[in-house]
Structures are given as C-alpha cells and as structure tokens.
C-alpha cells in the first residue's frame, strides 16, 4: 500500500489542509480584494511584495507568520508523484511552513525506499508545529527541518539533490536556487511555487544556465513553476 494512502498519513493531511482553509481564507479575501481596489496585476503586486522583501527581510516574511499558505491537495499530490517518478532520495525544501508539502515529499521518499529531506523554515513557530505534523504523520525519521535563513541552514547539504521544493520568502528564490545548484544531479527537478520573481524566471528559464522550465497548468495563477537540470 502506498503510504499516502496509509490511514496516518490521509487523517494528518485532511485535517492539515481542513486548517490551512480556515486559517488562510479570510486572509486570502482580504488580499484579493486589496489587490482589486488597487487595479494591480499580480505580478505587480508581487513585484511589490518582493521589493518590500528585499528591503525589509525577513520583517515582510514574517507577517505571515500565522498563516499555512500551503500546497493544495492537487498539488501536494503532484509533488508525491514527482518524487515518486524521480525515484528522490535527496530533497530540499526551501519553505516549510507548517509541513503540508514536506508530509507529501516524505512519503514519497518512504515510498522510495527511504532517504532525506532537509527543510528551512525561518519561523520557530511553524518549525515546531511543522515537526509536529510530519511526526503525527510518521515520516519523522526521513525529515530533517532547519530552523533559520536558509542562505545559512541549507549551506552544507550533502550528496547529489533530486529535487527541491521553493516556497519561501519570494525575494530569495534565485538566491536559494543558486546555493543548490552545485549539488542538483542532471535530471533533478527545481518546482517553485508563487514564481512571481523576474529575476528568477528570467534565469531558470534561460537555457544557458542548464535548465528546461515551463509554468504548470496544476493551480493556475498561482505561479507554480517547473524546471529539469540538464547539466552537471
């Protein structure tokens, strides 16, 4: 039996994704219509954001400190199979939350046969409830969360990465993206959610720099990205 499947693993991810649409919601009306008034694209407001970011981090971050702001079922899911196809036994996760996507990714490593994922999570608040959840789910032993800057807790991962998972603060995707870059594997998969960031797309997508990206229709208008190393 697929542990995704498992009745642990279903009980902590219904009532996860029960409580980020409670907690979230009101939150998530609030900000659209803030960004209806003001007559602003997303990518504008989210240029904003990532400016607001880059001048004041992690102050910005932090205001949402509260909130899930997770993965959807649907995407949770297609990050199950992506670790699942790339048989990952290495994954990064740069933005942990409150451990909705780390549960999906760890089961696919247990599914894989085992393996590690190392997260970065800047908020104690959600590292601690973030742990909780994985152990809830029984994936503690395959998770390993770092508490802290990313730029800092995800310095010295080990061995060949998979795949990674950013999900962060937005004005550090590029900067995330460059840190791992010398130990993604050819193959390995790079999915960003909220891939708002020119500077971010401008660079995984060009070829040069070594990979195949595209935006995904999962989630539509939630920037959800996806990009292939295709070079060591």
């Known amino acids: 039996m697929s542990t995704m499947t498992s009745a642990r693993v279903t009980e902590v991810l219904t009532r996860l994704h029960q409580d980020a649409e409670a907690a979230d919601h009101p939150f998530m009306q609030k ?48 990050l199950y199979a992506m670790a699942r196809a790339t048989k990952a036994t290495r994954i990064v996760e740069f933005g942990t939350s409150m ?12 599914d894989n046969g085992g393996g590690q994922l190392v997260g970065s999570e800047l908020e104690p608040g959600k590292v601690a409830r973030a742990r909780a959840h994985i ?17 800092e807790t995800l310095k010295d991962i080990a061995g060949d990465i998979d795949l990674v998972l950013i999900d962060g603060a937005w004005s550090l995707y590029l900067p995330v993206l460059k840190l791992l870059e010398p130990r993604l594997r050819p193959g390995a998969v790079v999915l960003a959610e909220n891939a708002f960031d020119e500077d971010y797309l401008g660079y995984i997508r060009d070829p040069a720099h070594g990979y195949v990206a595209q935006t995904l229709p999962i989630d539509a208008g939630r920037g959800n990205e996806f990009a292939v190393r295709i070079l060591d």
């Open 31 to 78: 900000m659209m219509a803030a960004l209806e008034a003001s007559g602003d694209t997303i990518e504008q407001a989210a240029a904003q954001l990532i400016a607001d970011e880059r001048a004041n981090y992690p102050a910005v971050y932090n205001d949402h400190a509260e909130h899930f702001l997770s993965v959807t079922p649907d995407y949770g899911r297609f």
């Open 99 to 110: 451990g909705i996507s780390t549960i999906y990714l760890a089961a696919a490593l247990r």
């Open 135 to 151: 152990a809830s789910a029984g994936l503690a032993d395959l998770v390993d969360i770092r508490q802290g800057d990313a730029l």
